[in-house]
């Protein structure tokens, strides 16, 4: 029995490590994307300034100037605002996905880790050794209670003050 818990502490840190891992990919992948952006925003900033260059060279007269300076000024304008626009999907995107990449990490590593605090407890009850273990059974039940209950303000007795929570939460 003591191999299979040793498997499954294993098995809980390995889901950890792989949670981070999961994480890590999400951020780089939205670190490419701000990347990719800017590359593309300097390429095309570059581009554009060499025809602002020619055609600020080669004008008919000092209206043509202004008039071209004009263009450039509101058409600056609306590139500031798509590229500010795109950067602010690509965050919120990835925030999303960072988010969701770390709630599904943390379910597989709890899962993991009450699997084995459960196993721990049946291997302390097999081997006549419950008074060694007293806080096992407990620990699975605070998880279970964390996990069904909202968050709530209690008073002093434990009652539900105000929040989401709807019921009292249990003291094992």
């Known amino acids: 029995m003591t191999s299979q818990i040793s ?7 390995s889901a950890g490590i792989a949670a981070f891992g999961d994480f890590a ?3 780089f992948e939205g ?15 570059l581009a ?6 020619s055609e600020a060279l080669s004008p008919a007269s000092p209206f043509d100037l202004f ?33 969701a990449t770390a709630r599904q990490g943390f379910a597989n ?20 050794a419950d008074a060694a273990y007293p ?5 699975t039940a605070v998880s279970e ?6 968050v709530a303000i209690l008073d002093s007795t434990g009652n539900v003050v105000s929040g989401r929570g709807s019921r009292r939460r249990s003291t094992n």
Request: hydrophobic residues 40%; negative net charge; aromatic residues 6%.
């Open 67 to 99: 008039f071209l300076q004009t263009q450039l000024t509101e058409a600056a304008a609306t590139k500031a605002k798509a590229y500010v626009t795109h950067l602010g999907e690509i965050v919120a995107q990835n925030q999303l996905e960072l988010i």
């Open 145 to 150: 209670t964390e996990q069904q209950t909202d």
């Open 135 to 139: 806080m096992l059974p407990s620990a």
């Open 31 to 45: 670190f490419e994307k701000v990347t990719q952006l800017n590359v593309q925003a300097i390429k095309t900033s």
């Open 48 to 53: 554009e300034r060499q025809a602002i260059v």
């Open 7 to 13: 498997q499954q502490l294993i098995d809980t840190q």
């Open 109 to 128: 590593y709890a899962r993991e880790f009450e699997a084995w605090i459960s196993a721990a407890g049946d291997d302390a009850q097999q081997t006549g």
């Open 25 to 27: 990919q999400r951020a």
